[in-house]
């Protein structure tokens, strides 16, 4: 038989940090042999690499909100029910089309609540698949970064991620570690998950090597997508004559692909009245670097938001860095930075504290303190040991469909599956 692939769901919204993670594991899964298929119900993401992994793509949707509560169609309209009811029908429609011995979903039931109307009929459709396959059904796996976000109600919420895991999830594939920030920081039941959970390490892309092309000595300023990095962007700009260190130094301010037109032409004319340094201009602005891990490693200073997968290629190219968490989304980037910071990786500049003044200092802090950062005892080799455990599910699915298409034995006594699927 054919190896049956992966499904793998993963649903930006607000910026791109959970895409970008899906996509770096998704490569990893490729490489251990996968075939994967990254459905994806997003904005376009410039320069993707799923390393060989199958896009397909749902009718996108987007966040309506920078708290990213209420979902919105590309244009910030509302989506009617036929619009959500086609991407639920497309989206069983995989599950029937490919057979998948997996489905992966990226943070969902821990967060993506929004997304219910699509995935608990997949969820439920799977459970049909169960009672009628038992262990030849695909398992399924939560692909969930090293913290969630608070609720309001935190008990219920608690309660109900618990129940659903409980009911339809195999594997809960936490990519952090246990010594540097535990599940139950920020899920208070994550002990009663029990070995269905595992600890993975962090997702980080891996090392590249510089080339000459690659610019060296710049302050690389970053806010992910962009969507909500406006006035990160606006401080660092107006922090730069604040700062003799800085001052002296290239910037390079990287905003995104969903920073709106009217704020890019502002920080543009920003940026031309701060004239030249060496030559050349005093920041350079770009929509997005395919290598902004090795664009990091060159650099004299990282200036940026706290979300997961930039602290982490921070953290692993070992620059000095700034980092001013977003808040408008949860405790998750005051919580992570809080810890990296306490560790000596990098400085912190509450968001609710952010001015030019503020940030200058903590430029010229981060720029000239000996010693800083310190040096990083992560486990970085998240990706391919999240690769080695789903690939054991994926062979648990194909032994388990294997007895099935022998059949009955002698004497007319079935086969039975190699172990108990309930």
């Given at each position: 038989m054919s190896r049956p692939p992966i499904l793998f769901y993963c649903q930006h919204l607000l910026g791109l940090g959970h895409v970008q993670r899906g996509a770096l594991l998704a490569r990893a899964l490729v490489k251990a042999g996968e075939r994967v298929l990254f459905v994806a119900g997003g904005l376009p993401v410039p320069g993707l690499d799923l390393g060989g992994a199958e896009e397909i793509p749902l009718p996108p949707l987007t966040a309506a909100d920078e708290a990213a509560s209420t979902l919105a169609l590309p244009d910030g309209t509302l989506p009617d029910q036929r619009y959500l009811a086609d991407r639920q029908a497309r989206l069983l429609a995989l599950l029937s089309r490919y057979d998948p011995a997996v489905v992966l979903l990226e943070l969902f039931?821990?967060?993506?609540?929004?997304?219910?109307?699509?995935?608990?009929?997949?969820?439920?459709?799977?459970?049909?698949?169960?009672?009628?396959?038992?262990?030849?059904?695909?398992?399924?796996?939560?692909?969930?970064?090293?913290?969630?976000?608070?609720?309001?109600?935190?008990?219920?919420?608690?309660?109900?991620?618990?129940?659903?895991?409980r009911q339809w999830v195999d594997r809960v594939l936490v990519h952090g570690s246990p010594d540097v920030i535990p599940l139950s920081r920020t899920f208070g039941l994550a002990d009663r998950l029990g070995d269905t959970l595992l600890y993975t390490g962090y997702l980080c892309a891996s090392p590249t090597r510089l080339s000459r092309a690659t610019p060296r000595g710049e302050v690389v300023v970053s806010g992910g997508g962009g969507r909500v990095a406006g006035p990160l962007f606006r401080t660092a700009l107006a922090a730069r004559p604040m700062c003799p260190a800085s001052a002296a130094l290239p910037w390079r301010l990287l905003t995104g692909p969903y920073l709106p037109d009217a704020l890019r032409a502002e920080l543009e004319t920003l940026a031309a009245g701060l004239g030249p340094v060496a030559g050349r201009p005093a920041v350079v602005l770009e929509t997005f670097r395919d290598d902004f891990p090795g664009l990091l490693q060159g650099a004299a200073l990282s200036v940026s938001q706290a979300g997961y997968n930039t602290v982490l290629d921070v953290v692993a190219s070992g620059v000095r860095a700034v980092v001013v968490p977003y808040e408008g989304s949860g405790d998750e980037q005051p919580v992570?930075?809080?810890?990296?910071?306490?560790?000596?990786?990098?400085?912190?500049?509450?968001e609710s504290e952010l001015s030019p003044a503020r940030l200058a200092a903590a430029i010229q802090d981060a720029l000239t303190a000996p010693g800083f950062p310190a040096p990083a005892r992560l486990d970085l080799n998240g990706a391919s040991r999240s690769a080695e455990i789903v690939k054991s599910l994926v062979e648990e699915v194909i032994a388990a469909r294997q007895v099935r298409r022998v059949g009955p034995r002698a004497g007319g006594r079935p086969h039975s599956a190699r172990r108990r699927y309930t």
């Open positions: 039931p821990f967060g993506r609540h929004a997304l219910s109307f699509e995935l608990v009929p997949l969820l439920l459709a799977l459970t049909d698949d169960r009672r009628r396959r038992r262990g030849a059904a695909p398992r399924v796996a939560v692909s969930l970064r090293d913290l969630v976000v608070s609720k309001k109600n935190q008990p219920w919420y608690e309660a109900t991620v618990l129940a659903v895991v992570r930075a809080r810890i990296l910071a306490e560790r000596g990786l990098l400085k912190v500049v509450a």
